[in-house]
């Protein structure tokens, strides 16, 4: 007696599906069983051998590598052997091959030689190495290069010349640096530097005999009224174009001093420090406190007082002041720096006089050498002592002349 079938407990779908009971019916038909033992090399799960497997599979069967061993599934790392053939009968499978960089031919047209080199980028993902205080310490470290320091007609042994051509430029001829004036009027603050000249410029202004000056009421300034004739060329020249420059807006009012140097070890010469200020009393303070190994002594200032005392403690009194001071000390300078190199008269002869332990008139100097204070003195005149009625007169005869000369041209003509 066949069983009912029973409806199923929630509606079905009307398809041409099977139902449950068909797919159970087939299923159980067909007649499929456990094996009755495991098949050599089998290790458990479904890791069945290729062998084994390869007899179900058409596929398998024929792409099926002879002597290739199985997959080691024991967890001692042992693989069993193939049933088809033992261990020592296993070949290596063969080798997949690897295929071989391209390297560009160096007769290809269109790629760079691999021989070229090319510029490195500008920015590398290489980092720089960092310098590690572990370095061999016989190799040399590299050394910086030496800072550039600003030449100044000082040091520099040659200058352009600043004459101006016909065509209004500038004159490219070099012209040296010589004594006297690269000694002691090369920096002379706002002022600026001493122009040099070439032999073609220098002739065309000692042609000149003298120019107009702006000043209103003065006219025509005669260079020989000013200008000696015992001056050298150089020094003529460029007294000639300081008087004609004009004058810095920013050149102030102010006095020039001068103070004479007691240096025992120069006893056959005579040392003038001549500067300027706006209150010289107090640069004379300056001094005796920064040089404390030689004695200076106040010789004189300009505009002269006669009322100002030379003696240290009772200095009194602001003095006058006379104008364009700047252009004012480097008039001095440039005529005092011709006669302190080539001394005249009985200067000359106190020079030229020869006796055992004089010391030359180069290594007596003081201007640019470092002092035994250790400070380097500028704007201090080196005279030779003169003799005879001259003896003691250096200040008389060569430095107040020369300062009273130009103090009266500035005010007068300037």
Known sequence: ????????????????????????????????????????????????PISTLSQHDPYLSQNRVPGRPQPNTTSGGYTPPDRHGSPAEMTPAPAMPVPSPYLPSSSDPALPSINQSTKPSRRSSTPRPIPSSSADPASPAPKRPAARRRSTATDAPESQCAGTTKAGKRCTRVVKNVPPISMYVDSLGSDGMVERYCHQHRGEMMAQTGYFSKKSGVGMIEFSEWISEDLQEDTQVLLKTAME??????????????????????????????GRSNNFIRRTGEWNR???SHEQILRGVWPEDPTISTLKGRMGGEGKKAPYCHRLEKLIHIELADRANNPRGEAANGASTSRKGKIKAEDAKMSGKVCECGIIHKEIFTFPKATGSAKEQEWQDIVFPVMRLWGRFVENCL
């Open 290 to 292: 920064q040089c404390v």
């Open 1 to 48: 007696m066949t069983s009912k079938q029973q409806p199923p407990a929630f509606p079905v779908p009307a398809t041409n599906s099977p139902l449950y009971d068909d797919l159970s019916a087939r299923m159980r038909g067909l007649n499929v069983g456990p094996p009755s033992g495991p098949p050599p090399g089998w290790a458990g799960g479904f890791n069945l």
């Open 245 to 274: 420059q004009p004058v810095s807006a920013s050149d102030t009012p102010g006095q020039i001093y001068c103070f004479q140097i007691l240096n025992k070890s120069t006893p056959d010469h005579v040392h003038f420090k001549v």
